[in-house]
């Protein structure tokens, strides 16, 4: 059974830096893009950020400069560093990663963990 587990979230103050790590577990025969995505209250899920197996990237408008997505294949995880967190960045980041496993593939998400930026 695939899993994708997430850690790192958590109450920051803007300007602030936070750090997600996601780490991918099962029996996985290989794994394609991984990625973030965040929901607010009352908000469609957006992406923020992705990463190829070979190292492409492709982020969010709003968060480009200030967030930086790094993966390890070996390890199977993926991280997003946050820096200058805003108020806006507020909300639950799920971890994304589109796989082949045994049973096929597909899209495969992270439980969520909140990020919340507040004074």
């Known amino acids: 059974q695939v899993q994708l587990v997430e850690s790192g979230g958590g109450l920051v103050q803007p300007g602030g830096s936070l750090r997600l790590s996601c780490v991918a577990s099962?029996?996985?025969?290989?794994?394609?893009?991984m990625g973030w995505y965040r929901q607010a209250p009352g908000k469609q899920r957006e992406l923020v950020a992705v990463?190829?197996?070979?190292?492409?990237?492709n982020y969010a408008d709003s968060v480009k400069g200030r967030f930086t997505i790094s993966r390890d294949n070996a390890k199977r995880t993926v991280n997003l560093q946050m820096n200058s967190l805003e108020p806006e960045d507020t909300a639950v980041y799920y971890c994304?990663?589109?796989?082949?496993?045994?049973?096929?593939?597909?899209?495969?998400w992270g439980q969520g963990t909140q990020v919340t930026v507040s004074s």
């Open positions: 994304n990663a589109h796989l082949t496993a045994f049973g096929g593939e597909r899209d495969y």
């Open positions: 099962g029996l996985i025969f290989s794994i394609n893009t």
């Open positions: 990463v190829t197996r070979g190292g492409s990237t």
